[in-house]
């Protein structure tokens, strides 16, 4: 089972709603490359409310992948799309199904 996951809300910047939500949807082949990275999803949660929640392992995969190509395009991209930082949580799985 994976214990290790990360939780990141993203708030989109008025009018940049889409390119925020064609950009997550870009990312999945990134994901999908990443062998640490057990599970990856993006989400809208509203409007222009969007996120990311992804499962690990280990909590070295889950370093890797904060330190990966994923992380990296969206901290580039950033300034461009989101209104506020990204915030990052580091969050531990308890039981899952």
């Known amino acids: 089972m994976a214990k290790f996951s990360l939780l990141v809300r993203l708030e989109a ?7 925020l939500s064609d950009f997550l ?7 999908q490359q990443e062998t640490g990275t057990v599970n990856w999803y993006a989400l809208q ?5 969007f ?9 070295a995969a ?3 992948h904060l330190n990966g190509p ?8 950033a300034p461009e799309l989101l ?4 915030a990052i949580e580091k969050v531990d799985i308890l039981a899952a199904k």
Do not use: N
């Open 83 to 86: 209104s506020v930082s990204p």
């Open 51 to 59: 996120g990311i929640f992804d499962t690990f392992e280990t909590e």
């Open 62 to 64: 889950r370093d890797a």
């Open 45 to 49: 949660i509203g409007a222009s409310t």
């Open 70 to 77: 994923i992380a990296a395009a969206l901290m580039a991209k």
């Open 13 to 19: 910047k008025p009018g940049k709603e889409q390119e």
């Open 25 to 31: 949807k870009s990312a999945l082949p990134l994901a």
